[in-house]
T-cell receptor, first 115, second 109 residues
């Protein structure tokens, strides 16, 4: 149980385009999902906390207008990187929290390359 | 802001040995602690969680928690080359997890 999927697993896009990444909890309902970014050989960085039916909470330094998060259902959260630039190239990972417990289960990640 | 500290390593152990990974945290009120394993190029995978002082065993893995000293550790017995990965310690906050920077473990065949 507690399986989280992400789509796509890998995306290459041109600079200036927008990319949408989906995160789904497959066998449980996730009131809260999280979006992380990880650069090569660096640690996880929390970008935002996504709560179903409400606005996401962004960490300091993360532009909410550039990284649009929508959590429209208990099993789906999306992250849209708008007007992507090469410096946005990174590994984007979502996680979902099971119920009210603290445990987070991670999706497999999406590797974004912006040319 | 909770601080979670880990030795970045790399930690190298021979195959079959015990690998010991340590983590300290700053918030004495923390209640929930997690160990994740992350292979290169992959996302983190939950190994264990621990809430109470003492040891918790799951197969070859043992998590140890000492709230008075504010440290949590992970022991891996009979280490295998497939255990080579980065191990992330995480401490629960009010709404999310605070992660350490991870310890890179290499098990030498």
């Amino acid at each position: 149980g507690a399986v989280v999927s992400q789509h796509p697993s890998r995306v290459i896009c041109k600079s200036g385009t927008s990319v949408k990444i989906e995160c789904r909890s497959l066998d449980f309902q996730a009131t809260t999902m999280f979006w992380y970014r990880q650069f090569p050989k660096k640690s996880l960085m929390l970008m935002a906390t996504s709560n179903e039916g409400s606005k996401a909470t962004y960490e300091q330094g993360v532009e909410k207008d550039k990284f649009l998060i929508n959590h429209a259902s208990l099993t789906l959260s999306t992250l849209t990187v708008t007007s992507a630039h090469p410096e946005d190239s990174s590994f984007y990972i979502c996680s979902a929290r099971l119920g009210s417990a603290d445990t987070q289960y991670f999706g497999p990640g999406t590797r974004l390359t912006v040319l | 802001q909770k601080e979670v500290e880990q030795n970045s390593g790399p930690l190298s152990v021979p195959e079959g040995a015990i690998a010991s990974l340590n983590c300290t945290y700053s918030d004495r009120g923390s209640q929930s602690f997690f160990w994740y394993r992350q292979y290169s190029g992959k996302s983190p995978e939950l190994i264990m969680f621990i809430y109470s002082n003492g040891d918790k065993e799951d197969g070859r893995f043992t998590a140890q928690l000492n709230k008075a000293s504010q440290y949590v550790s992970l022991l891996i017995r009979d280490s295998q080359p497939s255990d080579s990965a980065t191990y992330l310690c995480a401490v629960a906050g009010a709404n999310n997890l605070f992660f350490g920077t991870g310890t890179r473990l290499t098990v030498i065949p």
